[in-house]
């Protein structure tokens, strides 16, 4: 019985032992093993940065905020950094205050301008200057603010009545002339070949004036001149215009005798009704929807202002269980061309696939569909204040803070 309490004591001890250590560095840090290496930054501005605020070396959380205080001596703020111990820091390295997050939460991120040696040690200052901080949260609600205040709300209406205006009753018309260009894509189908070579050609056009692109303000120049001489000699022109029926004349046998020539060019132009009458229910919800689209635009002008409302809501996505890449990687990827994602009421799906079409023409070869994940749409979405809203809100908050409240 002893021999076996004995064992079970020296079982005890060495667990202890090691589960002990890894709950100190659990709960303190690492920080419970080693010295911590305090630095600081001169800044003429904290911009906001509170005890506790992390600090980030290449991305990853190194230590944080130690203090923050005026300094009436040099002027401006000094900021405290405790590093964690271990971290080596090159001395050349600059200090950022970003927002770590898109919830607007800040944090110091630690530029390295070199990975040698010398390593900051505790005392020393980490450079900090302010014409390389990024811009703060404040100063882009300012800037959002100025810009909403210089948008008239009454050119918006204007702008909104008369492009629904534009479209209202257009859509018959607009669909008979795409029903009709069915003989037109034919056509231009059957000069496929012709219309090729002719853009290679313009290809070659546009290298070699590539090529002598010094030239061309001098080019420009001169027809410049030349424009200015016509119109100088307009009535002369006129003249010569109204005193050559012949020429007239005979220009209009010319196209006269090459009429067949130019109704056979035409009618080639057909071949592309194919590409176009296969998007057709796309192309008819646009010409629905846009004239709606226009007249709810019209409708945010309350008074003399435009009233601006983001309602975001967190709905279901399609996620597909693809191998991520790393970063840098410049290889070429080969396209995962049988993907898709199978429609599903209120969930939101983007790319060509998704696109209206006839007989279902969008999902050819999509053999592997997506998993649908994430919460379904909630039922009240949460109403975004303003740019202007928010930042009165701020500036309330900056009044408290300021006055002790």
């Given at each position: 019985?002893?021999?076996?309490?004995?064992?079970?004591?020296?079982?005890?001890?060495?667990?202890?032992?090691?589960?002990?250590?890894?709950?100190?560095?659990?709960?303190i840090g690492p920080q419970a093993f080693g010295e911590t290496t305090a630095v600081y930054a001169q800044m003429d501005d904290a911009l906001g940065l509170t005890v506790g605020t992390a600090v980030t070396y290449r991305g990853v959380s190194i230590g944080e905020v130690s203090?923050?205080?005026?300094?009436?001596?040099?002027?401006?703020?000094?900021?405290?950094?405790?590093l964690d111990p271990g971290v080596r820091v090159p001395v050349d390295s600059v200090a950022?205050?970003?927002m770590g997050t898109a919830a607007g939460i800040q944090n110091v991120d630690i530029y390295p301008m070199s990975d040698a040696e010398p390593y900051l040690q505790s005392g020393d200052r980490l450079a900090a200057p302010q014409d390389q901080q990024p811009p703060q949260m404040s100063e882009l609600m300012l800037q959002a603010s100025r810009l909403l205040e210089n948008v008239d709300p009454q050119a918006i209406q204007v702008l909104g009545t008369e492009l629904g205006a534009s479209f209202d009753g257009l859509g018959p018309s607009l669909a008979s002339l795409i029903d009709n260009g069915a003989v037109l894509s034919a056509q231009v189908s059957e000069?496929?070949?012709?219309?090729?070579?002719?853009?290679?050609?313009?290809?070659?056009?546009?290298?070699?004036?590539?090529?002598?692109?010094?030239?061309?303000?001098?080019?420009?120049?001169?027809?410049?001149?030349?424009?200015?001489?016509?119109?100088?000699?307009?009535p002369t022109l006129t003249a010569i215009a109204g005193s050559a029926p012949a020429t007239i004349t005979t220009a209009t046998e010319l196209f006269q005798r090459y009429e067949s020539d130019f109704g056979v060019?035409?009618?080639?132009?057909?071949?592309?009704?194919?590409?176009?009458?296969?998007r057709e229910l796309a192309l008819r919800s646009g010409l629905v929807d846009i004239p709606f689209g226009l007249g709810r635009l019209?409708?945010?002008?309350?008074?003399?202002?435009?009233?601006?409302?983001?309602?975001?809501?967190?709905?279901?996505?399609?996620?597909?269980?693809?191998?991520?890449?790393?970063?840098?990687?410049?290889?070429?990827?080969?396209?995962?061309?049988?993907?898709?994602?199978?429609?599903?009421?209120n969930l939101a799906t983007r790319g060509a696939r998704n696109?209206?079409?006839?007989?279902?023409?969008?999902?050819?070869?999509?053999?592997?569909?997506?998993?649908?994940?994430?919460?379904?749409?909630?039922k009240d979405p949460i109403l975004l204040p303003t740019g202007v809203e928010a930042l009165q809100s701020w500036e309330a908050l900056l009044h408290d803070v300021q006055n002790g409240n």
């Open positions: 019985m002893r021999r076996l309490a004995l064992i079970q004591l020296i079982l005890f001890a060495i667990t202890a032992a090691v589960v002990i250590p890894f709950g100190i560095n659990y709960v203090a923050v205080r005026l300094d009436l001596d040099n002027g401006g703020a000094r900021v405290d950094f405790t950022k205050v970003g000069q496929a070949p012709t219309i090729a070579e002719l853009l290679g050609r313009t290809t070659s056009l546009v290298t070699t004036m590539a090529g002598e692109r010094e030239s061309f303000p001098r080019g420009m120049l001169a027809a410049r001149d030349v424009t200015e001489q016509l119109v100088a000699a307009g060019l035409f009618g080639d132009l057909s071949t592309v009704l194919p590409i176009i009458s296969d019209a409708m945010i002008v309350k008074g003399e202002r435009a009233d601006f409302s983001l309602i975001a809501t967190q709905g279901q996505v399609c996620n597909y269980d693809a191998p991520r890449r790393a970063v840098g990687d410049m290889a070429p990827a080969e396209p995962q061309l049988t993907n898709y994602c199978p429609p599903e009421p696109a209206p079409r006839p007989n279902g023409l969008g999902l050819e070869l999509a053999t592997s569909p997506g998993t649908v994940i994430g919460p379904p749409v909630v």
